[in-house]
């Protein structure tokens, strides 16, 4: 499904939207999920591409809980549409409006490419994700070599975490943020 060459030949087309030749691998998949808290019941992932993460979020996450994951990609949308599980919503739109789908998530997973987003859409994701967070939601980025997001995240957020997987092509660098501004 989360396969590499629909993800490399989406990356062909729109390098900058897509950001990254390979998708998330299982490792970092399985940092975010041991995120997740037992008590969560809303999950929304931004820009879950071809699911690389969206799948192993879903069996992992508590059984109550159900995941809205937002993409721009009308390809990724239709890929992502033929899962069939009740607790998954696809939603074709950006990130920078998830509050009109899912207000104060529990939980917010991004792979959104930032290093390649402009000033304006940077700030707008991270302030309008910092705005419809509770003091206890959870923000979880992770990102392929890049820590761009090193200067901009203490200005959304006051509690962050920074961890780093080498199993991940390229590596993956991951921040745990919380306790909005
Ligand atoms: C680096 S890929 C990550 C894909 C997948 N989550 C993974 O980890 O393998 C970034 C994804 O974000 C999507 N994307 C880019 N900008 C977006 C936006 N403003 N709103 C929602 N999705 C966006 C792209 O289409 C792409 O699927």
Redesign the pocket.
Known sequence: M?NWLT?LG?YIKDPK????IT??SRYVARRVIRQIPATARTIV??????G???LPVLKGMPRSAKLIA????PA?VETLKKVRSAKLQVVH????DAAKYAKKPDVILS???FNSFPESLKHE?LANTAKNMRKDSKFVV?L?YSRVLEDYLPQYFSAIEHEYEPRNLPPSHLYICSGPR
């Not at 939207?17 to 990254?20: C, D, K, M, Q, W």
């Not at 992932?45 to 071809?50: C, K, S």
């Not at 937002?70 to 990609?73: L, P, S």
């Not at 739109?93 to 920078?96: E, K, L, M, P, S």
Request: charge should be negative; hydrophobic fraction near 40%.
């Open positions: 989360a993800f989406a939207n897509i950001g990254a998708p998330t992932e931004y820009g879950p591409g071809n690389a993460v969206t937002i993409e721009r990609n990724f739109g950006n990130a920078q792979a959104l490419p994701i992770y392929q």
